[in-house]
């Protein structure tokens, strides 16, 4: 049985809680200033983190950060005055912005609303080179998911913060808690230590590699936090996640076993600045102890495969620099037993290899007993596989990208039909379609192109989140407008299908007459000839329409969704 001392409630890290918002008297003025500001509008991802330094999630942190710190976190995992601090939280800006310095900014979400103001104190550029290989740990990047964190906004801004509307959630009210909350919860039972396990995400939420045997043994309460990020409204797959995560925990687990509650935390996925940055996030909500497993470190997301570190050299890293933000770690499942007892002791064991079985059933393990914990662990897994098998009930958007006359229109027009055969709602958006209606009015620039892909890519997800399927055969030449649709998407629910038609094909067809008009300079800026096609990386499919015909491809196409069990043979019926 581990041995954990019983204490009182643990102070938050940095020995205070920051608070960023505005004193109740001076909202009614802060807003009647901002409509005479100009307004920032940030990106969810922005929004959630703003929502985490206001109520001091973040903390010590009290901004987003500046230069000094956003420097030194990258090259040594600590803020500007020595503060260990693994993770850059940075506020990014497009180059269009145009910012001056000592100036106020009213800060502002998708919809608009105003949130907070922000004196703008620094404007610096992004190291965009230096920061996957530093927050990652691995010079085999994943473009994708670094863009999704970083963005291709090339400058980031920092200054003053004063939050004017605290996030309201209308959703699983009892679960939205701040810091502030959630420690007042815990207060109320003071002979009990608070054992956090690794947040729980809502894009890869398995808990096969957390032990919860071991975590019933310690006399303390169990902090599930459910990571869900900034949810759109409506998301059908955000709430049955949630409800049936509560629902499993109330009939399996004892009442006070347990605290429950959903953390606006998008993951980083970066092996051991993740795990430091979660066990200051967890020590600031009240937890004194983390349990860590190796689903972080075993991803089992392929694209992400090989963006981590040794796993070993991880866990001895975390352990010796969890001491000094005052936290205890606890070993799991997905540690070796000679790696738990390094962590357990402190002490070095001949071997750093950490031995990953996170893919076994967890209905399979040899549990001696089938305690409360054991029962919720198997139940949440249970409804797991079965959300993944029943895929066929989620949309997804098939994103053809190539150059004009590669084939996209075709396919397109076969796999639509095809798909019919599976009992799935189809919409087809295609770009010459789009640009008539929905973009009228938009040039050919680079900046209107990407608009274009954006406005197709936000009707696709909106497609998408009521369990549509969705085909869009757009040009879409560059590649950080693609990767932005790509996160509008859920999880795994877009499939990008790259029609890789060698140029001098696509000349040769020219069914539009758009080359020759090109090659005669009567169109300017035509995609392939004067301006660039830049091609996937990690496409879930890649197409060759010279030696296939469109009825093979669009099989392709087929076959994949099946796979991904997006579609079944027979229908969804």
């Not at 900034?230 to 004892?254: C, V």
């Not at 795990?275 to 689903?295: E, F, P």
Request: aromatic share 8%.
């Amino acid at each position: 049985m581990l041995s954990v001392t019983k204490s009182h409630l643990i102070t938050p890290y940095g020995e205070q809680l920051v608070d960023l918002s505005a004193p109740a008297d001076s909202i009614d003025e802060l807003k009647a200033r901002a409509s005479q500001l100009s307004s920032l509008q940030i990106s969810p991802r922005s929004a959630s983190e703003l929502e985490m330094l206001a109520n001091g999630a973040f903390s010590p942190l009290d901004r987003f950060m500046g230069q000094n710190d956003y420097e030194r976190v990258l090259s040594e995992m600590r803020l500007a005055d020595g503060t260990l601090y693994p993770i850059p939280i940075t506020l990014p800006v497009a180059a269009e912005h145009v910012l001056h310095l000592d100036t106020d900014i009213a800060i502002r979400n998708n919809e608009f609303e105003l949130l907070a103001i922000m004196t703008i104190e620094e404007i610096y550029e992004r190291d965009q080179s230096g920061f996957p290989n530093q927050v990652f740990s691995s010079q085999q990047n994943n473009p994708l998911l670094v863009d999704k964190i970083q963005g291709s906004m090339p400058q980031n801004i920092s200054g003053r913060i004063q939050v004017l509307k605290s996030s309201r959630h209308y959703e699983f009210q009892e679960l939205w808690l701040t810091p502030d909350q959630m420690r007042t919860k815990i207060a109320c039972k003071p002979d009990h230590d608070v054992i956090a396990a690794q947040p729980i995400h809502i894009t890869n939420p398995d808990l096969s590699d957390l032990n919860f045997q071991e975590i019933e043994e310690i006399d303390g309460i169990v902090l599930l936090q459910l990571a869900v990020g900034n949810p759109k409204l409506g998301d059908r797959h955000y709430f049955s996640w949630i409800n049936n995560f509560q629902q499993l925990a109330a009939e399996y687990l004892e009442p006070d076993s347990y605290l429950l509650s959903i953390l606006p935390l998008f993951p980083r996925y970066g092996d051991l600045r993740e795990m430091i940055w979660q066990a200051i996030i967890q020590r600031n909500y009240g937890a004194s102890h983390l349990v860590i497993g190796g689903k972080w470190l075993n991803h089992k997301d392929s694209i992400m495969r090989g963006m981590f570190m040794d796993q070993g050299d991880a866990y001895k890293q975390v352990i010796e620099l969890s001491r000094e933000i005052g936290m205890n770690i606890l070993p799991s499942n997905g540690l070796a037993s000679n790696q738990k007892q390094y962590l357990s002791s402190g002490k070095s064991t001949e071997s750093n290899n950490v031995s990953l079985d996170v893919n076994s059933p967890v209905a399979e393990r040899n549990y001696e007993k089938e305690s409360p914990w054991n029962k919720f662990q198997i139940a949440v897994v249970e409804k797991l596989f079965e959300a993944e098998k029943s895929n066929y009930e989620k949309g997804v958007c098939i994103w053809f990208t190539g150059l004009s006359g590669s084939g996209k229109s075709t396919t397109t027009e076969i796999l639509a039909w095809n798909l019919l055969e599976y009992d799935r709602k189809i919409t087809v958006l295609d770009g010459d379609v789009v640009r008539t209606n929905l973009s009228k009015g938009l040039g050919f620039s680079k900046a209107d192109r990407d608009i274009n892909v954006r406005r197709i890519g936000f009707v696709a997800s909106e497609l998408v989140r009521l369990g549509g399927v969705v085909i869009c055969a757009v040009v879409s030449p560059y590649r950080a407008a693609r990767n932005d649709v790509r996160n509008m998407m859920g999880k795994d629910q877009f499939v990008e299908v790259y029609v890789n038609t060698p140029l001098e094909v696509c000349e040769k067809r020219d069914v539009k007459g758009f080359y020759a008009k090109a090659r005669r300079e009567e169109i300017l800026g035509f995609t392939g000839i004067d301006d660039p096609y830049e091609p996937p990386i990690h496409p879930e499919l890649v197409l060759d329409t010279v030696s296939k015909s469109p009825e093979k491809n669009a099989q392709l196409i087929i076959d994949y969704l099946m796979e991904q069990g997006f579609i079944q043979v027979g229908g969804s019926r």
